[in-house]
């Protein structure tokens, strides 16, 4: 009788033992939520969605997106920052869009404490376009019209601090142009908004024309220095067309929880990884014209700090 009761109690003190220290299921065991900062329909919501669908059949668990829009997608940052650090709720944005708005002071999350990396998957590239009916034909016209009308012309772009509203402010403040700058929260009501001429030009994603045609607006130039990750042949780069501007990359990704362990991170890297070297996900990212671009968590993590040590030398250009 004694020795079934020792057993019993060994028995019993070795599960108490795994379940504290060494019975882990292994991540993740229940739905991942992916938050994004902007509405459905703009280039981030479009490569979230084409990343998530090739996550969940990585990790065997359904990858939810959640469109959280506001504030240049910091509202949405700030709720992952602030959720459960178990790798369950990611943040997929735009890094550039992150470091630019806590350069300005906007932003709730601190990168690298409050969210860090797990991998990027892309760039938005951003463009400059007009309504399909506007008078202006090049770059070269906006830039003419704004400084014969000095505070009359309007541009929209997708929030304050949002790495398409510094690149297109980067060309402002390069042009020395006297225009008033008209937020919007996402890419889809920015595009709404200027196909009804209700501004005069607007950042655009490049991918644009290629992807919705040029019914609606006309996309005239890329706010890029090389053709690395223009997709579309058709369009000239600043650069080529000798107009001045101040570039800011917005490297696009997964970020979670700063508490989130290191076991977790890694596993989360590694089905991104795996996501991104996928046909769907590749053919997926060229159905929505979005150049991929993979980093790794410790790469992504370097770059993102250049791109915001960039922002930080360029800040007073930046300041709208």
């Known amino acids: 009788m004694q020795t079934v009761k020792s057993l019993l109690v060994a028995a019993f003190a070795s599960l108490l033992f795994f379940s504290i220290h060494g019975a882990r299921a292994e991540y ?154 008209v937020p919007f929260q996402g890419a889809a009501n920015l595009r709404q908004a200027l196909a009804a001429s209700q501004t005069d030009f607007g950042v655009l994603n490049a991918g644009d024309r290629l992807r919705l045609g040029d019914e609606q607006f006309r996309i005239l130039g890329v706010i890029a220095g090389t053709r690395d990750l223009v997709i579309d042949d058709a369009l000239p780069t600043l650069a080529e067309l000798e107009i001045n501007f101040i570039e800011v990359p917005s490297p696009i990704g997964v970020l979670v929880p700063g508490g989130v362990s290191e076991e977790v991170v890694n596993r989360l890297a590694e089905a991104i990884e795996e996501a991104t070297q996928r046909v769907g996900f590749v053919e997926g990212m060229s159905n929505i014209f979005i150049p991929v671009t993979y980093m790794n968590a410790q790469d992504s993590d370097t770059y993102v700090r250049e791109v915001r040590a960039n922002v930080d030398r360029l800040l007073p250009q930046l300041t709208p």
């Open 28 to 181: 993740p065991e229940k739905p991942i939520n992916m938050i994004i900062g902007f509405p459905a329909g703009g280039g981030t919501d479009l490569a979230g969605r084409v990343l998530a669908k090739e996550l969940q059949e990585i990790l065997g668990q359904p990858v939810v997106v959640v469109n959280r829009p506001g504030a240049a997608s910091m509202i949405a940052a700030d709720s992952v920052a602030k959720s459960r650090p178990d790798g369950y709720t990611v943040w997929f944005g735009s890094a550039g869009t992150l470091v630019t708005r806590e350069a300005l002071g906007r932003s709730p999350v601190a990168f690298g404490e409050g969210l860090k990396m797990a991998g990027l998957t892309g760039h938005l590239v951003a463009a400059l376009g007009v309504p399909v009916g506007s008078p202006f034909q090049s770059v070269h016209d906006i830039i003419d019209a704004a400084k014969a009308s000095p505070g009359t012309l309007r541009w929209s772009h997708n929030g304050v601090g949002a790495a398409f509203m510094a690149m297109g402010q980067g060309f402002v403040t390069a042009n020395e142009l006297d225009v008033v700058g």
